[in-house]
Nanobody, 127 residues
Framework: QVQLVESGGGLVQAGGSLRLSCAAS????????MGWFRQAPGKEREFVATMKWSGGTTYYADSVKGRFTISGDNAKNTVYLQMNSLKPEDTAVYYC????????????????????WGQGTPVTVAS
């Protein structure tokens, strides 16, 4: 079992930056990949970024490429999402997720690829 707790969300002006954190506890050695997803009111949950613990491979949604960076700190069992040049359309609740088994990279863009989820942290970008 893996527990995930997100933090770092809040209110920020357009063009600003914010860094989200996801602290993992439990059987973290069983995790294969970490992901960030977001969900705006009335919208579907969408993929933002993902990272494999081994090899450092990362993938990003087209909407955030060049602006967001996912990274991890093994010593702290923590994953980060650095968000720069924020836009009002980035406003959403951001969720951290963990996958326990290996698989094709393409599936890491799907909600269904992940076994564990945090409670989410809200991000509001004012125009």
């Amino acid at each position: 079992q893996v527990q995930l707790v997100e933090s770092g969300g809040g209110l920020v002006q357009a063009g600003g930056s914010l860094r989200l954190s996801c602290a993992a506890s439990g059987r973290t050695f069983n995790t294969y990949a970490m992901g960030w997803f977001r969900q705006a009111p009335g919208k579907e949950r969408e993929f933002v970024a993902t990272m494999k613990w081994s090899g450092g491979t990362t993938y990003y949604a087209d909407s955030v490429k060049g602006r967001f960076t996912i990274s991890g700190d093994n010593a702290k069992n923590t994953v980060y999402l650095q968000m720069n040049s924020l836009k009002p359309e980035d406003t959403a609740v951001y969720y951290c997720a963990a996958r326990s088994s290996a698989g094709p990279a393409v599936i890491l863009r799907s909600n269904y690829a992940y076994d564990y989820w945090g409670q989410g942290t809200p991000v509001t970008v004012a125009s």
